[in-house]
């Protein structure tokens, strides 16, 4: 029904929220797909504007991405593009996510460096949201 609705349960409480829904929306397993559908793009200078749903805050954030530069990795073509996000005041918290991309179509992701979308427990068991800890990390894939 053009709604995003949101549950979190926190100390055993449910938490909900709803926001309309926008067709920009992604979660991260939808960043490669989307960068690769959106390759042409990104290569002319264009910025692709998206909402990360970002369910522990019980809201979308809005990112942009660009293209950042080309360049070498393992001998490989590639092509850095940056997920940084538009609100100000978010990019004054959050560094941006550079994420390295294979020039060749499907446009692989071979590493990120910056946020994951991975959260670890600060304490056993986690039981409300500052129970958990964001990851920093460059990572490689194969």
């Known amino acids: 029904n ?13 938490s909900t929220d709803t926001e309309n829904y926008d067709p920009a929306t992604v979660v991260a397993p939808m960043i490669q797909p989307l960068l690769s559908r959106r390759w042409d793009d990104l290569m002319k200078g264009d910025t692709i504007k998206v909402r990360y749903l970002a369910i522990e805050r019980l809201e979308t954030i809005g990112f942009k991405f660009f293209k950042d530069q080309e360049r070498n990795y393992k001998g490989r073509a590639v092509v850095d593009v940056v997920m940084k996000p538009s609100s100000f005041f978010i990019a004054a918290l959050v560094r941006p996510v550079r994420i390295t991309l294979l020039k060749d179509a499907p446009h692989w992701i071979v590493e990120t460096d910056g946020r994951t979308p991975l959260r670890v427990p600060k304490r056993q068991p986690p039981q409300k949201r500052g129970d958990w800890k964001a990851i920093d990390a460059r990572v490689e894939y194969e």
Do not use: A, N, R
């Not at 053009?2 to 449910?14: A, H, Q, R, W, Y």
């Open 2 to 14: 053009d709604v995003i609705s949101m549950k979190f349960t926190e100390e055993g409480k449910p």
